[in-house]
């Protein structure tokens, strides 16, 4: 069974708007951490934000926000004010207990100037 | 001051030959990983090591060999390359699994 689901392969948005991409996990560990990366067309994989299961508050790290709706099992990546440069894979992924991280399929998201 | 360093960046092998991948770490991290993202992107942890310990081996072929002479290296040995293994392996590095990774730039390996 999937455990990080991003159910949308591509998106296209226009510059300056904001994006919302989806990542729905699954886990019956009550610590785990959810993690976004980026990955634009060079290859290299850029950490975005982290949020711990525990975390009272949703991360936030400049632009780029997570949505934790812990009872939905939800964690969402918004990106404020895109930019062209925001055009990139990204990869929601948990790390369950023994250290294992899991990714996500992947959204890739073009962004219009 | 490069974080995460893998080499080769490209490798170009016949199917049977035996290479080796290696990755270097100077964060101070004690866990490295070893990822393979195929062609569709699909990026799935193969190995994980905590200060020289393997704690991680996700079902990958025992033509797969990973070696951490110290916490700062985890190199990755191949056996007898197949079609199949032609994908980009990324190394990674973190202070715990708690924290984030930081990812080397991968290698692509080919096999002909």
């Known amino acids: 069974a999937q455990k990080i689901t991003q159910t949308q392969p591509g998106m296209f948005v226009q510059e300056k708007e904001a994006v919302t991409l989806d990542c729905t996990y699954d886990?019956?560990?009550?610590?785990?951490?959810l993690f976004w990366y980026k990955q634009p067309s060079s290859g290299e994989m850029i950490f975005l934000i982290y949020?711990?299961?525990?975390?009272?508050q949703n991360a936030t790290e400049g632009r780029y926000s997570l949505n934790f709706q812990k009872a939905r099992k939800s964690a969402n990546l918004v990106i404020s004010a895109s930019q062209l440069g925001d055009s990139a894979m990204y990869f929601c992924?948990?790390?369950?207990?023994?250290?294992?991280?899991?990714f996500g399929s992947g959204t890739r998201l073009s962004i219009r100037p | 001051d490069t974080a995460v360093s893998q080499t080769p960046k490209y490798l170009v092998t016949q199917m049977g030959n035996d290479k080796s991948i290696k990755c270097e770490q100077n964060?101070?991290?004690?866990?490295m990983y070893w990822y393979k993202q195929d062609s569709k992107k699909f990026l799935k942890i193969m190995f994980s090591?905590?200060?020289?310990?393997?704690?991680i081996n996700e079902t990958v072929p025992n033509r797969f060999s990973p070696k951490s002479p110290d916490k700062a290296h985890l190199n990755l040995h191949i056996n007898s390359l197949e079609l199949g293994d032609s994908a980009v392996y990324f190394c990674?590095?973190?202070?715990?699994?708690?924290?984030?990774?930081?990812f080397g730039d991968g290698t692509r390996l080919s096999i002909l």
């Open positions: 990674a590095s973190s202070y715990n699994s708690n924290q984030p990774q930081h």
């Open positions: 886990t019956s560990d009550p610590s785990y951490g």
């Open positions: 949020q711990g299961s525990y975390d009272q």
């Open positions: 992924a948990m790390r369950e207990r023994a250290s294992k991280i899991i």
């Open positions: 964060l101070g991290h004690d866990t």
């Open positions: 090591y905590n200060n020289k310990e393997l704690i």
